[in-house]
């Protein structure tokens, strides 16, 4: 009956720990998909900058823009719960939910990152040559690809996060 007691209130406090994760990580992902909307919108900018550039209009000097902002969702309490032994715990139905959701977290995670680094890279001509009107015509190549390549890893992360958002209701109403 202890034991029974016991495991019980460790299913229940490990439950509320994984529900106030999911609930944090929830306005964590709305706040990222509005920094990948916006980082979308600045590539795009880029884009018709560069394509100016390279068909020989003068552009601003300080036009082009790569920033990004992106904040890891966290699976500690996952993570504590899983090494506690307490996952063992739920029905078997409630650890396939919580399992898929921090699955997909973490990919969601790792494709934030990639545009970050991305973002990171496709700047790469522009520590060479800072100056827009100095730019190769193989450099601006490189720059429209390196925003074009950026803009479909942000359609990939966006593609992966709206399918999270849901999770992350399902499970903070159900489980």
């Known amino acids: 009956t202890v034991e029974a007691i016991h ?14 994760e999911i609930a944090d990580n929830r306005n964590t992902l709305d706040h990222n998909l509005k920094s990948l909307a916006a980082e979308q919108k600045m590539l795009e900018a880029n884009i018709d900058i560069l394509r100016q550039l390279r068909d020989h209009h003068a552009v601003p000097p300080d036009s ?8 890891s969702m966290s699976d500690s309490a996952w993570q504590t719960a899983r090494e ?4 063992p715990l739920f029905p078997t139905p409630q650890i396939e939910a919580y399992s898929s959701v921090y699955g997909q977290q973490s990919l969601v995670n790792a494709a934030g990152l990639a545009v970050s680094r991305d973002t990171t890279e496709a700047a790469i001509p522009l520590r ?12 601006i190549d490189e720059l429209l690809r390196s ?8 359609g990939y992360a966006q593609a992966l996060a709206s399918t999270l958002g849901p999770m992350y209701k399902k499970a903070i109403d159900t489980l």
Do not use: M
């Open 7 to 20: 495991h019980h209130n460790e299913r229940v406090e490990t439950r509320e720990h994984l529900r106030e």
């Open 64 to 71: 082009l823009h790569f920033y990004w902002q992106w904040s």
């Open 84 to 87: 506690a032994i307490a996952i």
């Open 128 to 139: 060479i040559e800072p100056k827009l009107a100095a730019l190769t015509p193989a450099q």
């Open 147 to 154: 925003c074009a390549s950026t803009l479909n890893q942000i």
